[in-house]
């Protein structure tokens, strides 16, 4: 059956160093294709206590170079292609990733292919068709990406401010998994989503389904929950506020 996991659901350094959350990224088990997404802090302890090493990871994406998006990056480039004994796999990241660094230089020959992004550049990893966004306006290099799969359109809107441009990046998805940090957003320097900004992307994009992750203490002390349950009611689609290792069956 096809799902993604949600490793973890905050990049809040107060929510994660007090454990209320944990941050890490998404692994996308779609079409017979595994990719790890945004691997951020502790998801390659979660993703080897939930799947072992039983699996065969088919690519990692990073969509920019903070460390609760790209912390874990390199272990995952050694797990996938078992320390660079076996070259396989294809990495996807922003050339900051590598200009800087992030990327260790002494694993570039490990994979079969790392590429960087560029703005809606079309990616395959084995069967599924990755798209990425305009740049999103976080303060570092920044992508969303949309997925094509065989049964539907996927969107995962990562880390930006609101513009309204954003939204052209993300038509006819069927599905949205949005980072939303605030519920009301306040604060005129912020680089996140907040849920007037979903409700932009719902009224337009008109998705099926929407998750919203990725919370700081604004929105948790809202209650994500109850604002998803609002939503749904409000526009008539099923939106789901995330859990740390919830399954999004697909």
Do not use: W
């Amino acid at each position: 059956m096809d799902y993604i996991h949600f490793f973890g659901t905050t990049g809040n350094k107060d929510i994660i160093f007090k454990n209320i959350r944990s941050a890490g990224g998404l692994y996308i088990n779609i079409d017979d294709t595994h990719i790890v997404f945004d691997p951020g802090i502790n998801t390659f302890y979660k993703y080897i206590h939930t799947y072992g090493n039983k699996e065969t990871i088919n690519g990692i994406i990073v969509s920019h170079v903070h460390i609760d998006h790209a912390n874990d990056l390199n272990i995952f480039i050694e797990l996938m292609t078992n320390g660079g004994r076996e070259k396989r796999g294809s990495v996807i990241v922003p050339k900051q990733a590598i200009d800087n660094k992030i990327l260790q230089p002494y694993l570039e020959n490990f994979p079969e292919k790392i590429e960087t992004i560029e703005a809606n550049r079309t990616y395959k990893i084995k069967n599924l068709e990755i798209t990425a966004s305009i740049p999103h306006d976080h303060g570092v290099e920044c992508y969303g990406f949309t997925i094509k799969t065989s049964k539907n359109k996927i969107g995962i809107v990562t880390d930006t401010k609101y513009f309204s441009e954003l939204l052209n990046s993300y038509k006819d998805c069927d599905i949205l998994i949005m980072n939303v940090a605030y519920h009301i957003n306040n604060k005129e320097k912020a680089k996140h989503l907040d849920i007037p900004a979903v409700e932009e992307f719902i009224k337009i994009i008109q998705p099926t389904k929407l998750v919203i992750t990725h919370f700081n203490r604004h929105i948790l002390s809202e209650n994500p929950t109850e604002i998803a349950k609002e939503l749904s009611k409000k526009y008539n689609i099923e939106v789901i506020a995330a859990e740390d290792d919830m399954d999004l069956y697909l």
